[in-house]
């Protein structure tokens, strides 16, 4: 009895808890805001069942993560009409973009297109910071730098690249994106990124 009970919570103790607040936090992002009853007293059984992601987390974790949540200003309630609404805060949008830029990734198709991706930026002195955490992403998302700030890369990353724009408060004429068919002595970048 006391395994099935233990047996019942492993997923409690071994996922950490950033992954359950990653979940909450992206799962607000997107949809923007979940709405359950406000006339039941289950909250987190009404909560469980508005949406699937929650479901592989045990009740109290879910009660844990939302009552943190609610006291570090992340999220908000609001009764109206006989619903609860729980929306992000706009501290709380902040941190859910962070996890999101955090787990990006830019897919690699199973043929390459032939077409290289290749971002230019000029960032002013003003947002310095955003500009050396922009290139360190790059950097991260697996770009090569053609110069200082020209980077290329051989796969589809409109949206990402979008992504970070919002993310670092930037410009659409701070960062450009051209695709282009051909870079002249391009047999280092496809070795680079194993392309022949």
Request: include cysteine; glycine fraction near 4%; charged fraction near 35%.
């Amino acid at each position: 009895m006391i395994y099935e009970s233990m047996s019942k919570y492993k997923y409690y103790f071994r996922k950490p808890r950033s992954e359950i607040i990653k979940d909450f936090l992206n799962t607000l992002l997107v949809a923007g805001t979940i709405t359950i009853a406000a006339s039941s007293p289950y909250f987190i059984v009404n909560l469980l069942k508005a949406n699937k992601s929650f479901r592989r987390y045990p009740k109290p974790r879910i009660a844990d993560t939302f009552a943190r949540l609610k006291r570090e200003g992340l999220v908000e309630t609001v009764r109206r009409n006989g619903q609860i609404y729980i929306k992000l805060t706009d501290k709380g949008e902040k941190k859910a973009g962070f996890y999101q830029i955090n787990s990006l990734k830019i897919k690699k198709p199973k043929k390459w297109d032939d077409k290289w991706r290749i971002v230019i930026f000029d960032i002013s002195e003003l947002k310095r910071s955003h500009r050396e955490a922009f290139r360190g992403k790059l950097k991260e998302l697996g770009f090569k730098s053609l110069q200082k700030s020209v980077w290329v890369h051989p796969f589809q990353c409109k949206d990402e690249i979008a992504l970070l724009r919002d993310f670092f408060g930037l410009e659409k004429n701070d960062i450009r994106i051209i695709v282009a068919e051909e870079i002249e002595n391009s047999a280092d970048l496809k070795k680079y990124f194993l392309l022949n």
